[in-house]
Structures are given as structure tokens and as C-alpha cells.
């Protein structure tokens, strides 16, 4: 009886429908006007009915909106159209949950008598069409202003305009999203209005309507005046003071020779200065002295030992069991050996994406020991070599990308046709072509997809043809947006704490660089190299950009992303591990590995749990390509290992160490002081530092049993002392 009475309401609908007046407004569709509403109110977000499986008590929307075909299914026909109500729309389930006039665990989403509610309404009442082959369908989203320069908290409300292929407009501003890429410059709110914060810069506001995007860019001026600035090393000055002079942000002054010894000593080779080095330099009177360290440091086996380290670990050079430890040490070994000789980086990128062969004959072959599968693969290789995050897209649209689901399948097609199968050796494989059509299958779609690198068209590979020579082919082209980029954004966030874009491995159009001219003249720079390595940390290092003062001057210490001091970072744990090796005397000892051995230069993570000191110092395991794995903040874990740790102290009262040298050196106390701030700091001490540390060294000590210490025991005790409290400074835990 019911199906009968709701069988003739709907009939009686219909009727009332096609009778409707020619002057009636045009009718709404699903794809223009109803996904955008679901989309602005969240119910398609990962939270709320889009989440993974069923959605949301078995209400299921696809994420964003991304596949609007699936969620008109779900509305309108599942549950044998219980959602939607055509001859009594106020009373469909749909309206009611959004509106929470029936209990929504979501929360009130529509206001009734809203537009968006009447929307609604109205769609179903016009029985709830879907859309006509000749409708218009959107094109794109502007947004007008398109650039501003907004000063600190000021606000600006934007205009949103979407664009249909019948070359109608509509304006879409409270339906769009809006969302600042640094949310401690710039806040939004759900009706597009922009305010600014404290921070000067440049800030992006990403804008999403429909699954299209755009962006609103912001520069927000502090307004000082900027008088002089430092001399121009190159052309990374010219575009840095550039942007430093339209915002009104003046740059520190230049750091003094000591600084400049310790930071690029640590940032290129991975090590404090040895005190040598560091009375060397300090006394010499040649007018490129600073070009000359750098250089000096690029040649020696500390810059390969500190970037093996680096990329090995992005590499994943992961340990799991005893039968990893040939291809971890051969990996590494092939790793450290090709950044030594400057092998060229494109070459590197080859040699590994298209490996093949046994570990013992080919080490590059060992990546594709730990990542396996084509989805992984490719994964790794858009967020480690192009800097393009592509993870979302194997099951929907990139919310905010251009990337779709064809696009990833394209990607993993290039690593359709990898090989392996096991060798007389346990545990290893060999690495082949297997010599077939290089495709994959869309997993949703289940249609074949050959191979197409990002943006561009889709290839016919030859079986003969291993298809990951294509894919390194196009990588090192010159016109590819993301390589040089990627690697030249990446090396920038390792001498400057942060990215030209951040997070330095997802850079799209909604992600800007901050100096976008910077990112672009870097990347050239690199491409005209020849993908030299050496030649962008050399660029870098050479800069009065980087060799700007850590200490902000009266204006500049709000700024956290133009570069107008340098900003301190915390020492990497092995680095750190290192430095206090040289300071105490000490050395640590590591598993299968030779005395002596430095931290930086082991080759996998495996040594992490036979090390209390780099696992609370965050060294990375090598589970992920992205840097973030390696733990770069302070914690309070990290204060009492420092200050308790008995490793710690083992290491300040090490046999001929560095406290029981100096104490037995003969020389005059202020000079010994002056040896150990050299080789801790690389500079001289002050003179109230000199004091301070003669009247603690000539306190009287006692033992444990309060008997008196003979002169030569308190002296080396005092060292000691000495020496824990300089390795608790800021000073020295941070590169500055």
C-alpha cells in the first residue's frame, strides 16, 4: 500500500513538472549545482561521508566531489531512494541531515532558507536531474584580485568566478573554498575574505570550486626601509635583496669569519672544523678565503660521506634483517663514491631508476630491493626526484593538483615491466626487463594505461625497450618542470632550514615559491651545469645570502621565509654525535665497521638501535623518501640524554680525551681556554668568559668520599665540567 501511495505522489509530480510555465528559471543539474553545495559544507571531506569504506553510516560520497557520477548514484538511487523525496522535497533525508532538522552527527550544514538550502530543494523538486549531454560544463575558476599587496593585518575580500564552455559566468564566491598555504601569515574564511597576520612575505591563498583550483598570491610588506644591503656575490643576492627591498625587510649584516668557518663546514661536509682549520682560516689575510674553504670542502671525502648519508637515507637504505647488510653497505659505498667523483645528477637518477642485474655487479639495483611494487615506485620517485606528492591520486583526484587517477597509472606503467627472481644468493634477487608491453591497469576503471610522464602524452613502448630509460629520458630534459626544481628546492631547505617552496617535496601551482624568480634561476643554473651537484652547493655557499648573520637586526626577526638572516638549525644527530666525539676526545664505536668510523658515515639505520643517542636525536630509519622522518626539534628527551646520558659521560672523562689533555698541557689556563672555544665554537673567547672558566678550573675538588683531589685530578675534573656545560649550550647544538 505504501509503494502505491508513494507511486502516485510521484506520478502526480511529474505531471505538475511538464506543466510547468516557459518562464520558469532554467533547471539546476547535479555536476553545476549541487556538488558544489556537499563539497562547501564538508559532507564530501575524508572526516564526514567520504571517508574510507562505507563513508559515513553507509552514506558514502566520493572525496571532493571528485566523482560525481558515483555520488548521484549513492543520492538517488541507493537505498531504494529513501535520500531524496521529489512530491515533498523539504521532507527528503537529504534536506533534513543538512539542515538538522533530523539529528545529523555531522552538525546543522544548511541553514533552512539559505540559498544553498533552496538550491536543494528545488533540484529535487525538478526530480533531481542529473545533467544533458549539452549543458554547459565549467571550464575554470578565476580569482580577482589575482595579486596583492596587502599590508599586515589588513584584509581583502576576493571574487570568485567560474567560467562555463557556453561562455556563460557565474559568480561562485560563497560557494568556493579558501585555504593559505602558511596559516601564520595570512587566515581565511568560508566567504573568501583574506586578512593578514604578522609575518611579512609572500603567502598564497588556494581557491577550490567544482574539483578546479586557482590561486590569489599576497606580499605582505613590513614597510621598513631598507638603505644598504650587502654587495652582490651573484645571482642569488640579486633576487633575494630584490624581494627583501619591495617588502621593506632589511637584511642582517654579513656573519664574521668565525661563524662563516663553522656553518659551512657543517653544512657542506657535515663537521666542526677541526682547530687547525680553524686557526688557519682566522689568520689568513687572502681576499677569497671563503671561496677557497668552500671549494676545499667540496673535494674532501666529508662532502660524499655527509650526502651519501642524506640520500641513502631518502633511498630508503633500511636494514630489516642480517641478509641486508651486502646490499646496504654496497648501496651506500656506490652512493658516497658517485657524490666523490661528482658524478652528474641525471646520471645517478638513471642508474638507479633503471637498474637491473644483481647487487654485487650493479648496487643501484638495491633500491629495488626495498620498494617493490610499481605503485610504490613510482610514488617515490615523483616525491623524491619532481617534488610532486602523487599518493592521492591512485584513488581519486588530487584535491590540489591537476593529477588524476590516469595520470598516477601512467606514471606506474614506466615500471610495468621490472623483473626479479631469486639468485643462488639467500636473500637477494636479480633485477631484469621482462621484455613485454609496458602498461598497467587502472584499478578503478580496469582499462590497460600505458606509459605518460606528468603532462605530457602518452607513449608506445617497444617490448624490446625498457620503458624506465624513457622515464629517466624525460626527466633530464631541460624543459621538465619538476626535476631541476625539485633538487635545486630541495638542496635550498638543507643550507636554509626551509624551502623555497615548503614542504620542499610538494610543489604545485597552489604551493608557490615564496621567490619563485629564485626557484627558477636556480633550477636554470643547474640545468646549465650539466646537473653538476657541486655547482648548486657551490652557488649557495658562495651567496652574501648565505653568508648573512644568524642575529636579526631591529626589524627583520619576524621573518621566517625571505632570507634576511640566516636561521639557525639544530645539528642532525649523527652530526652532533660527531661534533661531541671532537670536542671530548672520545670516539664511538660501531658495529662491522672499522674504529673510527664517524657517524655520518654509516650506511643504514640499523645502527640507530644500538645507539641511544641517535634514536633520541632523531636520526631517520629510512622507512620514507620525505626528510621529515629525521627529527629536527628539541625535546626534552634530547636536554636529559645531553645533560645525564652515560654515554655522555663516558665520553667526557675518555683516557687522553680532551679534558685530561688540557689539563696536563703546559700552558698558561687562559690559552687552554682559548684551544677548547675554537674547537667548540671556532672562535676566541670573551674575556668574561675566560674568567668565568679560570675561577671554576681553580675551585678545590673533593671525591666522592670528600677527600681532596690533587691538582692535576680537580684540573682535569674542571675540564670536564667545563666541557659538559659548552656541549648544553645553544651555541653549540645549533648551526648558526
Known amino acids: 500500500m505504501q509503494s502505491q501511495?508513494?507511486?502516485?505522489?510521484?506520478?502526480?509530480?511529474?505531471?505538475?513538472?511538464?506543466?510547468?510555465?516557459?518562464?520558469?528559471?532554467?533547471?539546476?543539474?547535479?555536476?553545476?549545482?549541487?556538488?558544489?553545495?556537499?563539497?562547501?559544507?564538508?559532507?564530501?571531506?575524508?572526516?564526514?561521508?567520504?571517508?574510507?569504506?562505507?563513508?559515513?553510516?553507509g552514506f558514502r560520497l566520493s572525496l571532493l566531489g571528485f566523482e560525481p557520477e558515483e555520488d548521484y548514484e549513492h543520492i538517488v538511487k541507493e537505498s531504494k531512494g529513501r535520500r531524496v523525496f521529489p512530491p515533498a522535497p523539504e521532507q527528503s533525508l537529504l534536506v533534513m541531515k543538512a539542515a538538522n532538522i533530523v539529528p545529523h552527527g555531522g552538525g546543522k550544514k544548511l541553514e533552512p532558507n539559505s540559498e544553498e538550502y533552496k538550491t536543494l530543494v528545488r533540484w529535487i523538486s525538478e526530480g533531481m536531474p542529473y545533467a544533458q549531454p549539452t549543458d554547459p560544463k565549467?571550464?575554470?575558476?578565476?580569482?580577482?584580485?589575482?595579486?596583492?599587496?596587502?599590508?599586515?593585518?589588513t584584509g581583502q575580500q576576493l571574487?570568485?568566478?567560474?567560467?562555463?564552455?557556453?561562455?556563460?559566468?557565474?559568480?561562485?564566491?560563497?560557494?568556493?573554498?579558501?585555504?593559505?598555504?602558511?596559516k601564520s601569515m595570512a587566515e581565511t574564511d568560508h566567504h573568501g575574505h583574506v586578512k593578514t597576520l604578522d609575518i611579512p612575505g609572500n603567502v598564497a591563498v588556494m581557491v577550490r570550486y567544482s574539483g578546479l583550483v586557482s590561486v590569489f598570491s599576497v606580499s605582505i610588506p613590513l614597510g621598513a626601509?631598507?638603505?644598504?644591503?650587502?654587495?652582490?656575490?651573484?645571482?642569488?643576492?640579486?633576487?633575494?635583496?630584490?624581494?627583501?627591498?619591495?617588502?621593506?625587510v632589511p637584511p642582517s649584516a654579513l656573519c664574521d669569519d668565525s661563524t662563516f668557518l663553522r656553518r659551512v663546514s657543517l653544512d657542506i661536509a657535515g663537521r666542526l672544523p677541526t682547530l687547525e682549520e680553524t686557526k688557519t682560516f682566522l689568520s689568513s689575510k687572502e681576499v677569497n678565503k671563503r671561496d677557497l674553504l668552500i671549494e676545499s670542502l667540496l673535494s674532501s671525502p666529508d662532502y660524499a660521506d655527509f650526502f651519501a648519508n642524506k640520500w641513502t637515507a631518502m633511498l630508503k637504505n633500511k636494514r630489516d634483517d642480517v641478509a641486508d647488510i651486502t646490499a646496504n653497505f654496497a648501496f651506500h659505498a656506490w652512493m658516497r663514491?658517485?657524490?666523490?667523483?661528482?658524478?652528474?645528477?641525471?646520471?645517478?637518477?638513471?642508474?638507479?631508476?633503471?637498474?637491473?642485474?644483481?647487487?654485487?655487479?650493479?648496487?643501484?639495483?638495491?633500491?629495488?630491493?626495498?620498494?617493490k611494487e610499481p605503485t610504490q615506485q613510482l610514488e617515490d620517485v615523483a616525491q623524491l626526484f619532481l617534488g610532486v606528492r602523487m599518493q592521492c591520486a591512485q584513488c581519486h583526484h588530487h584535491p590540489f593538483e591537476r593529477w588524476s587517477q590516469h595520470d598516477y597509472y601512467s606514471l606506474s606503467a614506466f615500471f610495468s615491466q621490472v623483473g626479479r627472481k631469486p639468485t643462488a644468493i639467500a636473500g637477494e634477487d636479480l633485477i631484469f626487463h621482462k621484455r613485454g608491453i609496458a602498461q598497467t591497469e587502472n584499478k578503478k576503471t580496469r582499462q590497460p594505461v600505458k606509459p605518460a610522464a606528468l603532462g605530457s602524452d602518452t607513449l608506445d613502448i617497444p617490448a624490446d625497450e625498457d620503458p624506465r630509460l624513457k622515464l629517466a629520458d624525460w626527466m633530464s630534459q631541460p624543459s621538465n618542470p619538476f626535476f631541476a626544481k625539485s633538487l635545486t628546492n630541495r638542496y635550498w631547505k638543507h643550507f636554509f632550514k626551509r624551502g623555497l617552496v615548503e614542504p620542499e617535496d610538494d610543489i604545485r601551482d597552489t604551493n608557490p615559491a615564496t621567490n619563485p624568480e629564485l626557484l627558477d634561476a636556480l633550477a636554470k643554473h643547474f640545468i646549465e651545469s650539466g646537473f653538476d651537484l657541486k655547482s648548486v652547493v657551490r652557488v649557495i655557499t658562495q651567496s652574501h645570502t648565505y653568508q648573512l648573520s644568524a642575529m636579526p637586526n631591529e626589524h627583520n626577526a619576524v621573518d621566517r621565509q625571505n632570507f634576511s638572516h640566516y636561521y639557525p638549525k639544530r645539528m642532525q644527530a649523527e652530526v652532533l654525535l660527531d661534533a661531541m666525539d671532537l670536542i671530548t676526545g672520545a670516539k664511538s664505536d660501531f658495529a662491522d665497521l672499522p674504529p673510527g668510523t664517524r657517524a655520518i658515515s654509516l650506511p643504514d639505520n640499523s645502527y640507530n638501535r644500538a645507539s641511544a643517542f641517535l634514536k633520541v636525536f632523531g636520526r631517520p630509519e629510512g622507512a620514507s623518501v620525505c626528510e621529515c622522518?629525521?627529527?629536527?626539534?628539541?625535546?626534552?628527551?634530547?636536554?636529559?640524554?645531553?645533560?645525564?646520558?652515560?654515554?655522555?659521560?663516558?665520553?667526557?672523562?675518555t683516557n687522553n680525551g680532551r679534558a685530561d689533555t688540557l689539563s696536563k698541557a703546559e700552558m698558561p689556563e687562559?690559552?687552554?681556554?682559548?684551544?677548547?672555544?675554537?674547537?667548540?665554537?671556532?672562535?676566541?673567547?670573551?674575556a668574561d668568559e675566560v674568567r668565568i672558566a679560570e675561577s671554576h678550573l681553580i675551585k678545590p675538588r673533593a671525591d666522592a668520599q670528600g677527600k681532596a683531589l690533587d691538582s692535576l685530578r680537580a684540573r682535569r675534573q674542571g675540564y670536564e665540567d667545563l666541557i659538559w656545560a659548552l656541549l648544553n649550550t645553544k651555541e653549540f647544538l645549533y648551526n648558526h
Not at 559568480?171 to 593559505?180: G, R
Request: charged share 20%; hydrophobic share 40%.
Open 5 to 57: 501511495v508513494r507511486f502516485i505522489a510521484w506520478m502526480t509530480f511529474l505531471f505538475a513538472s511538464a506543466s510547468q510555465g516557459a518562464n520558469s528559471p532554467s533547471p539546476l543539474n547535479f555536476i553545476n549545482d549541487i556538488q558544489p553545495i556537499l563539497t562547501k559544507a564538508d559532507c564530501n571531506t575524508g572526516g564526514c561521508h567520504a571517508k574510507a569504506g562505507m563513508g559515513q553510516r
Open 138 to 153: 565549467i571550464t575554470h575558476i578565476e580569482v580577482q584580485p589575482k595579486r596583492l599587496s596587502m599590508k599586515v593585518h
Open 159 to 182: 571574487k570568485v568566478t567560474a567560467r562555463y564552455s557556453d561562455g556563460s559566468t557565474r559568480d561562485v564566491t560563497h560557494m568556493a573554498l579558501y585555504e593559505a598555504n602558511d
Open 225 to 248: 626601509p631598507v638603505e644598504t644591503l650587502p654587495p652582490e656575490k651573484n645571482f642569488i643576492d640579486r633576487h633575494v635583496f630584490a624581494n627583501l627591498k619591495q617588502i621593506g
Open 337 to 371: 663514491d658517485s657524490l666523490l667523483a661528482n658524478k652528474k645528477y641525471d646520471e645517478i637518477v638513471r642508474q638507479i631508476l633503471a637498474s637491473t642485474g644483481t647487487i654485487v655487479s650493479n648496487p643501484p639495483v638495491a633500491w629495488y630491493k626495498r620498494v
Open 629 to 653: 622522518e629525521r627529527l629536527q626539534s628539541a625535546s626534552l628527551a634530547q636536554s636529559l640524554h645531553l645533560m645525564n646520558a652515560s654515554d655522555v659521560k663516558a665520553k667526557l672523562v
Open 670 to 686: 687562559p690559552k687552554r681556554i682559548r684551544e677548547l672555544y675554537l674547537a667548540a665554537f671556532s672562535r676566541e673567547p670573551t
